[in-house]
């Protein structure tokens, strides 16, 4: 769905002086007041790791103000419960933005592992002429509009020139715009659509927009193109002449250099920067599938991680072991320090020397309060070997806690709401969630079966297995 433009129509520009080097963005809405806006850009588009760049509370009045530090155009998205606001930022610069009512994310959404927040384009009040969201707005509506005009001319019975002749007529209102950003986003929307209607060559579209052309990072529209030409590319480059080494180059001798060596047999994959980028798109790929062993992918990752020369692809291969690493079986249990409630902060570290049976909850699922019955008689017998602490996601903690002490649940119950990324963390899809957490910090299980499941037995067969 094309993400929609809220229009804002004001009749004074409100003065404001940005700090140097800082993009700001600010506003009011009174729906806001007392909730945090967090902001995200994409720290990659190969692995979709989100960053962090900016955060700030909204005050009684409904006022805010976020300062980001960002040194080139990219897509922002802002959190803003059940939507999510896309904006596109320059450096530098001062953005007098306008939100929708807040709508807070239902329980249902909460619950729900399919849920996605409705997409929009920010609007900003007085943009300039250069401004590249009102670009990109205009862009995608005549776009989308050619596409569904031309359907049937596009994608049933695509005749090359008339596919062209479509992106010319789309070209003519957009090609007089001073910005590189825009130009590169326009370019590679074109050619994905050349590329899914008639142009399905992959090399030739390798050599014409890839191979030896500069790579935009940021740019959204170019990255789709990328990682739809791309994706599962190791898998289908093994079974050609030119890329047979490929398997063992990675699964025996687990060398990126090698690897890049067989991707260069190619003529539409010459250039160093883009072997490099197919390699670590055909990594994380492959890591979810089984055609190559985890712990050869891993190494072959490391190895980019530490020697390549672009910090961009040292930060994907980065991005691209986190995001594998996070919550398996393993590796250490994902950090929290969350309020319980005494209000006193908790931490995944003073559980260390005890087995942890970590369990997300809510008291408005129904599995998860059946489950609460089986968790109070599993305490009771495993109370000094093993901690039960639950973290509650509900919205309000203090019902939470009158249902614990009425039923008598007297093991350590947090509020997500000092944290609620430790959900994400995780990787917490659906409720109630376990885990079990080792003597040293690591996952025992991840997930963990539920106690309905006979987690007691399967808990006595790990702990009497470290007795000898």
């Known amino acids: 769905m094309r993400v929609k433009l809220i229009v804002a129509i004001a009749l004074f520009c409100i003065p404001f002086i940005a700090d140097a080097q800082k993009t700001v963005l600010f506003g009011t809405n009174p729906t806001y007041r007392g909730q945090t806006i967090n902001v995200y850009s994409c720290s990659d588009y190969i692995s979709g790791t989100k960053k962090l760049v900016g955060s700030a509370e909204a005050d009684s009045a409904g006022n805010f103000r976020i300062e980001i530090d960002i040194d080139r155009t990219c897509r922002l998205t802002l959190d803003l419960g059940r939507m999510s606001g896309i904006l596109y930022a320059d450096t530098s610069m001062t953005y007098n933005i306008v939100l929708p009512d807040f709508r807070p994310k239902t329980k249902g959404d909460i619950l729900n592992p399919y849920f996605e927040p409705d997409e929009f384009l ?187 020369k672009i910090q961009q692809h040292r930060q994907i291969a980065q991005n691209i072991e986190q995001k594998n690493q996070i919550a398996r079986v393993g590796t250490m249990a994902p950090e929290f320090c969350l309020a319980d409630t005494a209000g006193v902060f908790r931490s995944v570290d003073e559980y260390k020397g005890k087995y942890v049976y970590l369990n997300f909850v809510s008291i408005d699922n129904y599995t998860c309060v059946q489950d609460l019955e089986q968790l109070k008689l599993l305490n009771e017998k495993t109370k000094g070997v093993m901690d039960v602490v639950s973290i509650a996601i509900d919205d309000d903690f203090d019902s939470v806690k009158k249902m614990f002490k009425r039923n008598g649940y007297n093991w350590t119950l947090l509020d997500v709401k000092g944290d609620k990324s430790v959900v994400d963390r995780y990787k917490v899809k659906v409720y109630p969630s376990y885990f079990l957490i080792d003597t040293d910090g690591t996952l025992c299980m991840s997930p963990a079966i539920s106690p309905s499941e006979d987690f007691e037995s399967r808990f006595k067969q790990i702990f009497q297995s470290r007795q000898h």
Not at 139 to 145: H, I, K, L, P, V
Not at 227 to 232: I, L, P
Not at 257 to 271: M, P
């Open 122 to 308: 920010v609007g900003i009040k007085n943009p300039d002429r250069y401004n590249i969201n009102m670009y990109v707005d205009m862009f995608d509506y005549y776009y989308e509009e050619q596409l569904e005009r031309n359907y049937y001319t596009l994608f049933k019975k695509p005749v090359p020139a008339a596919v062209d002749s479509i992106i010319g007529e789309i070209e003519q209102s957009f090609d007089t715009i001073p910005n590189e950003f825009f130009r590169t986003y326009r370019e590679y929307k074109y050619a994905w659509l050349k590329f899914v209607s008639y142009m399905r060559d992959w090399r030739y579209m390798s050599r014409e927009y890839f191979d030896g052309h500069q790579v935009a990072y940021e740019n959204p529209a170019y990255m789709d193109l990328f990682n739809q030409m791309f994706t599962n590319f190791l898998k289908f480059y093994m079974n050609t002449r030119e890329g047979e080494r490929i398997y063992s180059d990675i699964a025996l001798a687990k060398s990126p250099v090698k690897a890049k060596q067989t991707l260069s047999n190619s003529l539409a994959i010459t250039n160093d920067t883009l072997q490099e980028m197919v390699l670590l798109k055909g990594i994380h790929d492959a890591l979810y599938d089984c055609y190559f062993t985890t712990n050869s992918l891993l190494i072959a990752l490391d190895s980019i991680k530490s020697t390549s």
